[in-house]
């Protein structure tokens, strides 16, 4: 079914075990109402955070899964073992996988197509470096990766897209309101010829050092669906003042 209510979702990065997502939940109490609302711990406590997040509403996701069913890959998570664990959701393609990891927009593709033969929704981050974007390539960057994603994205809309320019992650600086409306209208127009009507169903987000103060203004931005939040997600204050500018 179409869900298209705002989307505020937070990605914890390598940070939170087990007893601080716990506690998170605790503090953060129920959301979920008129917006919808994710939390991407790291594999290691998503059990647990699955456990706490119950009956408050909050989805919870993987912040990466390996492209393989199983096998030896010493260290990785299956797509199949993080559902068993509770997440519905997969993050595919962070930045920090990009570019950290050397991610290519292959494999890209090969794990959003693992994800969701395992019942994962994919949620597929897309942007460009503050080089690519000074070179006048942005149009060019965001458009490779989006159409290599969609080369396994399900054909029923059933996944999100987040658009992360990398110079606006964990750097303070956000992206202008029209930067975003500008990204947003290139994404949803490839969207829409790879899927036609479909493309409606499909909720881009927003991601790049959002925090309480600034997110009421880029969810207002045109075409803005929602929010991937890093570093203000670790606090439930400040998730929930997040939350909050959506509803
Ligand atoms: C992220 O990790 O996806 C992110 C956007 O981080 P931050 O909000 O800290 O910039």
């Known amino acids: 079914m179409m869900d298209r209510r705002p989307v505020i979702s937070g990605n914890w990065k390598m940070n939170h075990g087990p007893e601080a997502a716990a506690s998170f939940f605790g503090e953060l109490g129920s959301a979920g109402g008129a917006a919808r609302v994710i939390i991407f711990p790291p594999a290691l406590s998503l ?12 989805e919870i996701g993987v912040q990466n899964v390996h492209a393989e069913v199983s096998g030896a890959f010493t260290g990785e998570n299956s797509a199949a073992a993080a559902r068993e664990a509770g997440a519905t959701l997969a993050l595919i393609g962070h930045s920090e996988r990009r570019h950290v ?3 290519t927009d292959d494999q890209v593709a090969a794990k959003v197509a693992r994800a969701v033969a395992e019942g994962l929704e994919p949620v597929v981050c897309v942007g460009e470096t ?9 149009e060019e960057v965001l458009d490779r990766q989006i159409r290599a994603a969609l080369t396994t994205l399900p054909s029923d809309g059933a996944f999100l897209i987040a658009y992360e320019p990398v110079w606006a992650i964990g750097t303070g600086e956000t992206a202008t309101p029209d930067d975003a409306a500008e990204a947003h209208a290139l994404l949803r127009d490839r969207l ?14 927003y991601g790049g050092s959002v925090k309480p103060g ?7 931005a ?11 997600s670790l606090r439930a204050s400040d ?9």
């Open 192 to 205: 829409t010829e790879a899927r036609g009507e479909v493309a409606a169903a499909v909720s881009i987000l």
């Open 101 to 103: 990891f050397g991610e």
């Open 214 to 220: 600034n997110a009421a203004e880029l969810l207002a």
């Open 47 to 58: 059990p647990a955070a699955v456990e706490a997040a119950r009956g408050t509403g909050v």
């Open 222 to 232: 045109d075409g803005v669906d929602g929010v991937l939040v890093g570093g203000a």
């Open 239 to 247: 998730f929930r003042a997040i939350i909050d500018a959506a509803e």
């Open 130 to 138: 503050l080089d690519e974007r000074k070179a006048g390539r942005l």
